[in-house]
């Protein structure tokens, strides 16, 4: 996919004037960037508002002593930092490439202006950051009530929203080790979490990732009661 065919594509993008998205189009950047690197850095001032184009990311925080919990993960038609940006504050987490990605990368100046002049543009944001809330407070309780399997289970589910991820498709280009790390288990719990889920027939496993055979039942998933 393309920048321009991400824009075309976007909820947002497609609400803008000619003339915004030509602005659009003239000022947004483009940048690649390696599996392991950086797509934003902690403490860093935001300039950008960050599109992922191809790839996938994950935002996440650490402690001193090397722990680390994953906030969301960052799939292709997915921006982030709007808030942050709103807020003309640093980056308050380390967001890392899983895999090579290809980033949009819109202007601090050229959000503002669309803020103050498309009224669509809020509105997007008003729901873009509403879903954004929802899913940390789903996330929240998934990591505290659930076991692995599920968090597993809601973890796949969460990349079909649609306010957050426009239209990813049946199949999702995941290998193991980001999917645990998408739901903060290791990458054994995750295989062998994927394994019941694919038993259960939600999904099916292959070399090159993950068919979602029933994105309800991985909503819904419910592990079953210990003997």
Request: net charge neutral; hydrophobic share 40%.
């Amino acid at each position: 996919m393309s920048l321009q065919e991400m824009l075309d594509k976007s909820i947002w993008g497609r609400n803008l004037s000619p003339a915004e998205m030509q602005r659009v189009q003239a000022e947004c950047r483009e940048r690649r960037v390696a599996a392991g690197q950086s797509i934003v850095r902690m403490g860093e001032t935001a300039e950008h508002w960050v599109g992922l184009i191809s790839g996938f990311g994950k935002m996440s925080v650490g402690s001193p002593d090397g722990r680390e919990t994953t906030l969301i993960g960052t799939a292709p038609g997915g921006w982030f930092g709007e808030g942050t940006l709103i807020k003309r504050g640093s980056w308050q987490y380390e967001g890392v490439a899983l895999r090579d990605s290809h980033l949009a990368l819109l202007p601090r100046e050229t959000f503002e202006w669309l803020r103050a002049t498309s009224l669509p543009f809020n509105h997007y944001l008003q729901h873009l950051m509403n879903a954004r809330m929802g899913s940390f407070i789903a996330q929240l309780c998934n990591q505290r009530l659930l076991d692995c399997t599920a968090r597993v289970a809601r973890s796949l589910a969460a990349l079909y929203n649609p306010e957050l991820y426009p239209e990813p498709g049946l199949f999702l280009d995941l290998r193991q080790v980001e999917v645990a790390q998408l739901a903060g288990i290791s990458r054994q719990r995750a295989n062998a979490a994927l394994q019941r889920l694919e038993a259960a027939g939600l999904l099916n496993i292959s070399r090159r990732g993950i068919e979602v055979l029933s994105l309800a039942g991985l909503r819904d998933y419910s592990s079953p009661p210990a003997d």
